[in-house]
């Protein structure tokens, strides 16, 4: 046998063309979104901008561009192996360039450009100025909820929360009720507010700042301070910002402590997350990135809010005082002898460099604060001291660096040192409500301790390395740490089917853990499928408990449709087996217009669990001028949106359109209620579904809405159709050439006076000409058939 030897000493004969340079027009698109075209020459495997300048203008938000253009400038890999078809993976589409680069889809002759983070500014959420004044209309929002909790045959617990806000305009009274087990009636809060541009007077019962050495304090009194809710870049004002980098667009949910707080779709680019559902304080939050090629990826991050921090150009300050309230059973008002005050303010001497100051107390001591803020790009440094009349003292120090491309780090060190070992300020015991929310962090402090958080973040490809760690020293008891890495790497994600490789570990003063396995999820229509298969090691170092290591793995599916009348159920069934017991769980979800309800069952297959139940429903209802009522509501929101139609559009229907987002459908004769945040402007337009021959108000409203506003807005519908006729006058002459109107649409007879329009019943038409007086037709019912009409000569007087 013999080896024959196959060499290639140039392009074969023929396919000369195919090698040489060609002038292309490509469409250039950034994040998903085309932004331009422009001309490229194209070789095999390379493409080449004829004017990098132009595209460099073309990228939005682009920082450095002396250098982009630089790297845009060469023949750059054209990556067509990346670029999103149907047959290959969903993995496709993503590029992490040093500076810059591309992905040429030669198809469709289309262009991805793809930047460094670095190079990129940050999506601002920010605009200048307040929001418009609400209607002063009075109006009433109200919304109630039910968690019911226990084990089956040993004990259970309830809640019923309720709040009401009755709304004038700027102004408004605030009522949170609970009725728990345990404590019976508790008033939360009860406060009346007004807002003036960027103040906030106060006086009630009601929750005021604090600080972040003691927390939010409920006090019963009166005050005033800065509030940036009625600015239009409300939320970005007094926090550090979580930066993201999204190479393509996404859907990002923020969780804490496993809770969803907030959820969001962003573009690709460098984005400042929306955090106007966290509370004040420092601490961890999760990071749940759902990206347009159906992957999921986790980032953790270290968030820090604080109204000390002011704006920039702004200067911030509080002043409060009255009695601290507790939460005692049986006394829906607790009042303390404890007399609370607080004045603080805030200082942006530069750009980078913020100060502040804050004098608190009781009447046994007053304590004094003083901290700043260094702010250059992605890094965030924050300092703190704090020291009072009876000894106490306290410092912390917290820095994070986000949006550093791939890396990104955060931390909290903070050390109180209590006189007399008790809270530096009483703390009562707080209840969820609507607007409240778990005490975190430093609101859990009680006397003396010693507290360190940090992360660190570094993403590779899709995938991510975490490390979390923590430490906390109370006095007179041990120290309390948790350190251990996570690791998410997406190795499948094609079509439905994603699997994620997942490795853990972690350890504590008592025990460590590890675990090590893989996330497997797939999506077919309604039903969605959630598992972790895997193995965990767990081992106790005080002797009590023996090393255990076990095969852990869970499984859920949940299955969702929707009503024809717009409801939302989904059913959820599972197993759980980890490294101390196995459980079956299974519930429920219904959202409709009346409200949303949740029902979960967990029964424990190992040890003396028994089962737990979870049962939660949640609604509200809104009053407002003009009979504007709801009644029902799927999400509890302060504010409502009371949209109704009005016409002769039977068959009619519509999407109704917040903010170009459909939330729901309204037909002729009904109402469609809305409840969404406060302090917003919307945009509010309807949407026709099956484009059907209706005559409708086609422009978006803005409705700007406080908490306890209700707005209505209301919309007709009629129904047109196309009439065909011939124009004459009195004398029986046809009029040629004129202008045909109606309240809705134009047209023009022709030479012998024929013409066609679309028209409503009972529309008047008027027929003009240049230099010559109008007419008027004037129609009975007309016969419409298939939307047409043809009634021959009409008398135009």
């Not at 950034?30 to 495997?45: C, I, Q, S």
């Not at 550090?240 to 907030?262: H, K, S, Y």
């Not at 270290?302 to 911030?316: C, E, I, K, Y």
Request: hydrophobic share 40%.
């Amino acid at each position: 046998m013999t080896n024959a030897a196959l060499s290639a000493t140039g392009v074969p004969a023929g396919f000369d063309e195919l090698s040489s340079a060609r002038t292309t027009l490509v469409d250039v698109y950034f994040g998903e979104k085309k932004v331009g075209e422009t001309l490229a020459v194209t070789r095999p495997g390379t493409l080449r901008f004829q004017n990098p300048a132009d595209v460099v203008r073309m990228l939005p938000r682009a920082t450095e561009t002396t250098l982009l253009e630089s790297g845009l400038s060469a023949e750059l890999p054209t990556n067509a192996a990346l670029a999103c078809s149907r047959s290959n993976s969903a993995l496709c589409g993503i590029l992490e360039p040093d500076v810059v680069g591309i992905i040429y889809d030669e198809d469709h002759f289309r262009v991805s450009v793809f930047v460094n983070p670095r190079f990129l500014g940050v999506i601002q959420r920010n605009d200048e100025g307040y929001l418009p004044a609400p209607d002063s209309s009075p109006s009433l929002t109200n919304a109630l909820g039910l968690n019911v909790s226990g084990t089956v045959g040993r004990h259970s617990q309830y809640n019923l929360q309720n709040r009401t806000i009755i709304g004038l305009g700027s102004a408004r009274i605030r009522a949170n009720t609970s009725i728990a087990s345990k404590f019976g009636l508790v008033v939360d809060d009860l406060v009346g507010e007004f807002d003036h541009r960027d103040l906030r007077y106060s006086a009630g019962l009601f929750w005021s700042p604090g600080s972040e050495f003691i927390g939010q304090r409920r006090i019963l009194g009166a005050g005033l301070g800065t509030q940036f809710d009625t600015s239009i870049d409300q939320e970005a004002l007094h926090e550090t910002p979580l930066v993201l980098f999204l190479a393509q667009p996404a859907r990002v949910e923020l969780l804490v402590d496993g809770r969803l707080v907030g959820t969001q779709s962003y573009p690709a680019g460098n984005n400042e997350i929306d955090t106007s559902g966290l509370s004040n304080g420092s601490y961890n939050v999760v990071l749940r990135i759902q990206q347009a090629n159906g992957s999921v990826r986790e980032e953790r991050r270290f968030f820090v809010r604080s109204d000390a921090l002011p704006p920039v150009g702004r200067r911030t300050f509080h002043a409060y005082a009255g009695v601290l309230a507790n939460t005692d059973p049986s006394h829906p008002i607790s009042a303390s002898n404890t007399f609370y005050y607080q004045a603080s303010s805030g200082w942006r001497l530069t750009d980078h460099l913020a100060l502040d100051a804050a004098v608190f107390g009781t009447q046994s001591k007053a304590m004094v604060q003083v901290g700043g803020w260094f702010l250059k790009g992605p890094a965030r440094v924050r300092a703190a001291g704090l020291l009072s009349t009876a000894g106490d003292k306290g410092a912390l120090l917290q820095a994070s660096a986000m949006g550093l491309g791939a890396l990104n780090i955060s931390f909290d060190v903070r050390r109180i040192w209590s006189a007399d070992g008790k809270p530096l300020i009483p703390l009562s015991q707080q209840l969820d409500t609507f607007d409240g929310s778990a005490p975190t962090g430093v609101q859990l402090a009680s006397g003396s301790y010693t507290q360190a958080t940090g992360s660190v973040g570094l993403r590779f490809g899709d995938g991510y390395l975490t490390m979390v760690g923590s430490y906390r020293k109370d006095r007179d008891l041990p120290a309390d740490y948790s350190i251990g890495p996570t690791v998410n790497w997406p190795i499948i994600s094609r079509n439905q089917l994603q699997i994620v490789l997942e490795a853990s570990a972690q350890k504590t003063r008592t025990t460590s853990a590890a675990f090590v396995g893989a996330r497997i999820s797939f999506a077919s229509g309604a039903l969605t499928t959630l598992g972790t298969v895997g193995g965990s090691f767990q081992n106790a170092r005080d002797g009590l408990q023996p090393s255990r290591a076990r095969a852990v793995s869970t499984f859920t599916a949940q299955y969702s449709h929707q009503t024809p009348g717009e409801t939302l159920i989904s059913y959820e069934g599972g197993l759980d087996r980890n490294i101390d017991t196995s459980a079956l769980r299974g519930g429920g979800t219904v959202y409709s217009r009346l409200g949303n309800l949740r029902a979960n069952v967990l029964h424990s297959l190992e040890g003396q669990g028994g089962s737990q139940y979870d049962l939660s429903f949640q609604s509200g209802f809104a009053l407002g001028a003009g009979s504007a009522a709801a009644w029902g509501a799927r999400n509890p929101e302060p504010s409502t949106i009371v949209v109704s139609l009005d016409g002769d559009a039977s068959d009619a229907q519509f999407n109704v359109m917040v903010d170009d987002v459909a939330r729901g459908r309204v037909r002729l004769g009904e109402r469609f209620s809305i409840f969404v945040p406060g302090y917003r402007t919307y945009k509010v337009h309807l949407a026709p579904v099956d484009a059907p021959a209706v005559s409708f108000d086609t422009a978006s409203r803005d409705v700007t809405l406080y908490p306890g506003n209700v707005k209505s807005l209301r919309w007709r519908a009629d129904t047109t159709f196309a009439l065909f006729a011939q124009a004459v006058s009195l004398d029986g002459i046809p009029i040629s050439n004129a202008l045909v109107q109606t309240a809705r649409s134009v047209s023009e007879t022709d030479d012998n006076g024929y013409f066609q329009i679309d028209i409503r019943q009972g529309d008047e038409i008027t027929i003009g000409k240049a230099d010559e007086a109008t007419c008027h037709i004037g129609l009975e019912k007309i016969a419409v058939q298939n939307d047409f009409a043809s009634i021959g000569r009409v008398i135009c007087k």
